[in-house]
C-alpha cells in the first residue's frame, strides 16, 4: 500500500481527492496497489466535508511520518511549496506538483535531490494542464532532436482570443466576460501578460535542451495590444492570431519567447480554440506532433496529478532519470531571431506610404479592412528582429507614415 | 552495451537504420548506453550499402545468438512475423515491433509471452505511425477511465478525402493520385476498405479495455461509397468526412466500428487533413485530449520503433506490465449502438419526399445543393442502428422517393 499526503485543499486538491475517489478501482489497478491518502494540509478547515478527517495544518505531520512514501503538492506559488517538496525529498519522499512557477524556478535543483534519494519528483500538470506532455517527451520522443516547440499554453488567453476573433468583441469587454466566467483572475496580470505560459515554455525548453532555461530571460509579450482589428488582418492572411510559448533548437542556438502569433489555417494549432491548449512539437525524424487538451480546471489538472501519483508508486525507490541539469542554457538574443511580421501602417497619403513600405521591404503586397480607415497592413519577409526593427525606424520617417499601429510575428 | 538485431530491411527497417545512425548520441544517452545492431535479417541482399555487412538470411542466427538481447521486428504480415516474434521472446529476447496486423491478432498472447519471460513486447509504432499514442495510454492516461477513442487512423484515406473534399476531385481519380504518390497500393483494399484502420481501432480497444477486442467482430465500412456530393453535404453542415475508427466504453459496454463520419467543425479531428493522423481519447476526469501527427513515412514510424528500442534497452529484464488478457471483450452489436445520420435522398416528387421524410423522421430540416438535382439530404435525431434502418425502409415505401443515395454517420 502507498500512503499519501496532499498539500493544499484548493481547486486541484480538491480535484485530486475527487479523482481518486472516483476512479479509485481503476488507479489501484495502474499503480498495482491501493493507495491510501494520510493526510491533507490546508491553513483552513472543512467542517462538514469528508476532507476534515485527515486534515493537518501542521506539515511536520506529514514530514516526520516515515509511512508516507509521496507528497501531493498542488498549493502553487514558489514559497512555501519549495521548502515543502525540498524537505519531502530530502526525507526519501517522492513529490508530484501541478506547480508551474516552483518547476520554473526550481525545477533542476530538485529533481537533483530526488535523483540523490532515490525517489522521484514528477510535474505533469505544470505544463498543459490535463494534457499528457511532459511523460512523452521524457518517455516517447526519446529518438529525435526536438527542433522546436510551440504552445498555446494559457487557455485564459485563449479563450479571450478566440472570443475576440470569432465575435469581434474588443479587448476590454472579453476580459471581463472573462473573469466573469472565472477564466480570468480580478489581477489578469499573469496570464495577459504572458508570465504563465512564459513558466510553461522555459519548462519544456529546459526538458528539451536537458539544461535550466531560466524563465527570466525569456523574451515575454502578452495580448494587451491585441485589438479586433489586428484579427480582421490576420483572418484576411488565412489565420489567426494566438498567443504563442515557443522555443527554437536548430544548429545548436536555442531561443525562446511568449508573443502573439499569426497561425496560418494549415498549421494545426490555428484550431485550437476557447481554453484548450495545445503543444506542437518538431522532431528532426517525426516532424510535427501534437498534444491537444483541457489546459486546467479542477479535474483534467488533477488527472495529470494522479497520473503522476500512479508513476510515482509504481516507481517507489526508483529515479525515472528525467534529464534536465541546473546548467543554465544561454539563450539566443531576441532580436537575432529571425522572424517574419504583419506590420499595421496608419498613413496620411496612402501613395506615398506603399511606395514608401515598397522601397524599405521591398514588398507592394498590401493588406486593407473595409472598415479600417486610414490604414493598411503588409508582411515583411524572414529577417532578424533587429533588421525588421531598423526598417520600421525607417518607415516612420517617410513621408505619407503617420505611424506603426501594431507588429505581430508570423508564425506559419 | 546492447545489441539488437533488426528483422526486415524495407522502408521501417531502413528507417530505423537511419534514425539510429542520424541521432545516435542523442539515442544513446537517453537508452543510457550503447545500442549496437548486430544483425539486419532480409531475404535480400544489399550490396553496396552499409548494412550488407550485417545482413543474415538465416533467423536462427539472431535467435541463437545470446548477445542479442532485443529484435525489432519491422517485416509487417502476421507470417513469418508471429513464429520469429514468439520464439524471440521465448527466448528471453525483447521485441519491438510496427506490426499491426501482428499486433491485432497476437498481442495478447505475446504480451503474456514477454511476462512469463521478464522482458518486453512494444508495439507504438504499430498505431499512429510515429504519434506517440499506445505508451501514453499505457504510462499517461493512468487516472481515467477512457470512455471513447476515436481516430483518424489511415493517412492514405485521409489524404484521399482530403483532396475530394479541397479540390472536388472524384473518387477515382483521387485513388489514381494517391497511388500515383506512393500513398496507396495498387491494390489499395487494405486502406480504403476499412482494414488498416479496424486493426488500429482493435488494438486501441484492447488497451482500453484492457482484454482483447477481436479486430474480426469489428463493424468495417470504407470510403469507397463516398463522392465529392456526399462532401458537399458534410460541408453544408460546417463538417468534413472523415474515416474513423472508433470504440465506446461507457457504462461497461464496449462497441466498436469503422465508418466515413461527418466530422463537425469544432472537433478537433476535423483540421487533420492529408496524411496526418490523430487520435482523440474522452477520459472521466480529462475531458478530450488529441494526439496528432504524421500516421506513416519511413522516419515518423521509424522514430516511434526507436523509442521502443529506448524503452526496451532502458528496462531490460523488467517487464512493463502493460495490461492486456487473452480474454475476449465482447462488443454490443452495432445495430444497438446509438448514432444520427446524414441521409440522402432521391425524389421523383419533391413535396411528397419532404412531408415522408417529416412523418418517419419528424424533421423539416432539409439539406440541398445548388448543382445536385432529384435529391436532398437531411439529419436524423440520434437511435439505434437498427431503429435507423427501419426507418429508411419505411422510406422507401413512400410515394415521391426514388430510393437512398447514401447515409453517414454523424460523428459530432
Not at 491548449?277 to 496529478?305: C, E
Not at 506615398?352 to 480607415?373: H, P, Q, W
Request: aromatic residues 6%; glycine residues 8%.
Amino acid at each position: 500500500m502507498a500512503v499519501i499526503a496532499v498539500l493544499g485543499y484548493g481547486t486541484v486538491g480538491s480535484g485530486v481527492i475527487e479523482v481518486m475517489r472516483s476512479n479509485k478501482e481503476l488507479i489501484e489497478s495502474k499503480a498495482e496497489q491501493p493507495v491510501n491518502i494520510k493526510y491533507v494540509l490546508d491553513l483552513r478547515d472543512f467542517p462538514g466535508d469528508p476532507v476534515q478527517e485527515i486534515i493537518t495544518h501542521n506539515y511536520d505531520d506529514i514530514l516526520n511520518d516515515s509511512e508516507v512514501e509521496l507528497v501531493v503538492e498542488v498549493m502553487g506559488g514558489v514559497d512555501p511549496a519549495y521548502s515543502f517538496v525540498k524537505s519531502a525529498l530530502l526525507n526519501g519522499k517522492s513529490v508530484c506538483t501541478s506547480n508551474k512557477e516552483l518547476v520554473a524556478a526550481h525545477g533542476a535543483e530538485l529533481m537533483r535531490i530526488a535523483k540523490d534519494n532515490n525517489v522521484n519528483f514528477l510535474f505533469e500538470a505544470s505544463v498543459g494542464g490535463g494534457i499528457p506532455i511532459i511523460r512523452p517527451i521524457n518517455r516517447s520522443i526519446t529518438s529525435d532532436k526536438i527542433e522546436a516547440v510551440t504552445g498555446i499554453l494559457n487557455g485564459t488567453t485563449n479563450y479571450m482570443l478566440t472570443k475576440m476573433g470569432t465575435e469581434g468583441i474588443d479587448y476590454d469587454e472579453v476580459l471581463k466576460d472573462a473573469q466573469e466566467k472565472g477564466y480570468a483572475e480580478r489581477n489578469p496580470a499573469a496570464d495577459v501578460e504572458g508570465h504563465d505560459a512564459c513558466r510553461k515554455i522555459a519548462i519544456l525548453a529546459s526538458l528539451a535542451t536537458e539544461k535550466t532555461v531560466r524563465y527570466e530571460d525569456i523574451y515575454t509579450e502578452g495580448i494587451t495590444n491585441i485589438s479586433t482589428t489586428d484579427m480582421l488582418y490576420a483572418q484576411k492572411l488565412g489565420g489567426k492570431i494566438k498567443l504563442l510559448g515557443k522555443a527554437g533548437f536548430e544548429n545548436g542556438r536555442v531561443w525562446a519567447r511568449v508573443a502573439p502569433g499569426v497561425v496560418s489555417g494549415s498549421n494545426p494549432l490555428s484550431m485550437v480554440n476557447d481554453v484548450f491548449n495545445a503543444i506542437l512539437l518538431k522532431g528532426n525524424m517525426l516532424g510535427d506532433v501534437m498534444f491537444y487538451g483541457r489546459g486546467a480546471g479542477k479535474l483534467p489538472t488533477a488527472s495529470a496529478v494522479v497520473s503522476d501519483i500512479v508513476d510515482a508508486v509504481r516507481h517507489k525507490n526508483i529515479n525515472l532519470g528525467i534529464k534536465w541539469s541546473e546548467d543554465k542554457q544561454e539563450l539566443m538574443d531576441i532580436d537575432d531571431v529571425v522572424v517574419s511580421k504583419l506590420v499595421r501602417v496608419e498613413y496620411s497619403n496612402k501613395d506615398k506610404a506603399i511606395s514608401c513600405v515598397k522601397r524599405v521591404f521591398g514588398t507592394d503586397n498590401i493588406l486593407e479592412l473595409e472598415n479600417a480607415y486610414d490604414e493598411f497592413a503588409f508582411v515583411t519577409d524572414k529577417a532578424s528582429e533587429r533588421e525588421i526593427d531598423m526598417k520600421l525606424e525607417e518607415l516612420l520617417n517617410c513621408d505619407g507614415i503617420n505611424g506603426i499601429l501594431n507588429t505581430i510575428r508570423m508564425e506559419g
